[in-house]
Structure formats: structure tokens, C-alpha cells
């Protein structure tokens, strides 16, 4: 899909804020309400919107704690590959997962309550799957940017 610069326009304003009204958006871009309700419709069918959420803050939740995760796989068949990545789907602790190339095959993004709920986490997700071989952590000290907006034009 071919995107111009009101397409673009309309999704920068997005990525800030979801809720932005069509009236405000009409305005900011110079379209008229219908133009960017066909707009958003046609963002959405082919998929350049993907999802419109809401961002919780991890510490109102009682998530506190972040850890970055590197996984590295005992094997590098496909069957073994498949059943690791369905497992993370599963996991609602795991908030990004990334395939990688490297010393690593994964790095995941996890939350956890504390440290006790991450090794609790830990156990279950790594020491009993003998496809993993080791797995390195790094505890998030602080959240500095957190973002998924990317940059338009």
C-alpha cells in the first residue's frame, strides 16, 4: 500500500495518541472529516494499523520489575524453533520477542512482579525445556524510552 504524506501525517498523530478525535484530526492535516474516516478505514483493511491499545504503566499493575532476556537454543531444527516460539506466544509475561541473529536465537522483554515471580518464571519457561541451553538476564534499572512508534517521513 502506498502511503502519502496525509497518510503519514494522520499516523504520527496516531502514535501519540490513539484517541485523537476526527474532528482534531481532520483539522491537523487538512482533510475533511470524511476524507480522513476513509483514510482510517483504508489504514486499517491493509494493515498499516495494526492494533489500537492501551498503554498500561507496569508499576499501577503491580509489574515493577523488567528484565531483558538473550536465549540461546540447544538445537536449530525446525520443529524445536516452532514449539519455542509458540511457547512465548503463550506467555503473557513476555511482552516482546525477538528471533535473532548472534550469540543469541531470542531476546525477549519480560515483566514480573518481583524477582521471586521471575525465577518462578524462569523455572518454568527454561529449566525443564532442554531445548534451551543457557539464557542470560539483565534486570531494567530504569525505563528511559519506551516506545513502538516509528518513525514517519
Not at 125 to 131: A, G, L, R
Given at each position: 500500500?502506498k502511503l502519502?504524506?496525509?497518510?503519514?501525517?494522520?499516523?504520527?498523530?496516531?502514535?501519540v495518541?490513539?484517541?485523537?478525535?476526527?474532528?482534531?484530526?481532520?483539522?491537523?492535516?487538512?482533510?475533511?472529516?470524511?476524507?480522513?474516516?476513509?483514510?482510517?478505514k483504508?489504514?486499517?483493511?491493509n494493515?498499516v494499523?495494526?492494533?489500537?491499545?492501551a498503554?498500561v504503566?507496569?508499576r499501577?499493575v503491580?509489574?515493577?520489575?523488567t528484565?531483558?532476556?538473550s536465549?540461546?537454543?540447544e538445537r536449530?531444527?525446525?520443529?524445536c524453533l516452532l514449539?519455542?516460539?509458540?511457547?512465548?506466544?503463550?506467555?503473557?509475561?513476555?511482552?516482546?520477542c525477538?528471533y535473532?541473529?548472534?550469540?543469541?536465537?531470542?531476546?525477549?522483554?519480560?515483566?514480573?512482579?518481583?524477582m521471586?515471580?521471575?525465577?518462578e518464571?524462569?523455572?518454568?519457561?527454561?529449566?525443564?525445556?532442554s531445548?534451551?541451553?543457557?539464557?542470560?538476564?539483565?534486570v531494567?534499572?530504569?525505563?528511559?524510552?519506551v516506545s513502538?512508534?516509528?518513525?514517519?517521513?
Amino acid at each position: 500500500m502506498k502511503l502519502d504524506k496525509q497518510d503519514l501525517n494522520l499516523l504520527k498523530i496516531l502514535q501519540v495518541d490513539a484517541r485523537t478525535s476526527i474532528d482534531r484530526l481532520a483539522g491537523d492535516v487538512g482533510l475533511s472529516v470524511a476524507s480522513v474516516q476513509r483514510r482510517l478505514k483504508r489504514l486499517r483493511e491493509n494493515h498499516v494499523i495494526t492494533a489500537e491499545v492501551a498503554v498500561v504503566s507496569p508499576r499501577a499493575v503491580g509489574q515493577s520489575m523488567t528484565f531483558l532476556l538473550s536465549i540461546e537454543l540447544e538445537r536449530d531444527n525446525l520443529d524445536c524453533l516452532l514449539r519455542f516460539k509458540e511457547k512465548i506466544k503463550k506467555e503473557p509475561r513476555i511482552q516482546q520477542c525477538y528471533y535473532v541473529t548472534g550469540e543469541s536465537d531470542f531476546l525477549l522483554i519480560v515483566t514480573a512482579e518481583d524477582m521471586e515471580s521471575f525465577d518462578e518464571f524462569t523455572q518454568q519457561m527454561f529449566f525443564d525445556d532442554s531445548n534451551v541451553r543457557r539464557y542470560k538476564t539483565s534486570v531494567v534499572m530504569e525505563r528511559t524510552k519506551v516506545s513502538l512508534a516509528l518513525p514517519l517521513g
